[in-house]
């Protein structure tokens, strides 16, 4: 059985920073693309930065030039750090993961409250 377990929420100032992971725990698996998703009350959740295993990475237009992706392969993990947040950031966030265990599946944390507020 796999799991994804997510750290690092929090409440920050507008302006400040933050670092979420989320590490992928387990055995006999592989893991795929990895990811960050956030929600907030009433609209749909949306994706922030996902990595392919070969590091590729694509993020939102809003989080673009203040958050930044990165992937350690070898701890399963993947770390989102924020910077210069400001209230719109404010949400739910998830960590997914796409996880071969007998076929390809999707896996998701569950999920790390962030908020910015003065």
């Known amino acids: 059985q796999v799991q994804l377990v997510e750290s690092g929420g929090g409440l920050v100032q507008p302006g400040g920073s933050l670092r979420l992971s989320c590490a992928a725990s387990g055995s006999g698996f592989r893991l795929y693309d990895m990811g960050w998703y956030r929600q907030v009350p009433g609209k749909q959740r949306e994706m922030v930065a996902s990595?392919?295993?070969?590091?590729?990475?694509n993020y939102a237009d809003s989080v673009k030039g203040r958050f930044t992706l990165s992937r350690d392969n070898a701890k399963n993990t993947v770390y989102l750090q924020m910077n210069n947040l400001n209230s719109e950031d404010t949400a739910v966030y998830y960590c997914?993961?796409?996880?071969?265990?007998?076929?390809?599946?999707?896996?998701w944390g569950q999920g790390t409250q962030v908020t910015v507020s003065s």
């Open positions: 997914k993961a796409v996880i071969r265990i007998f076929r390809r599946a999707d896996y």
């Open positions: 990595t392919t295993s070969d590091g590729g990475t």
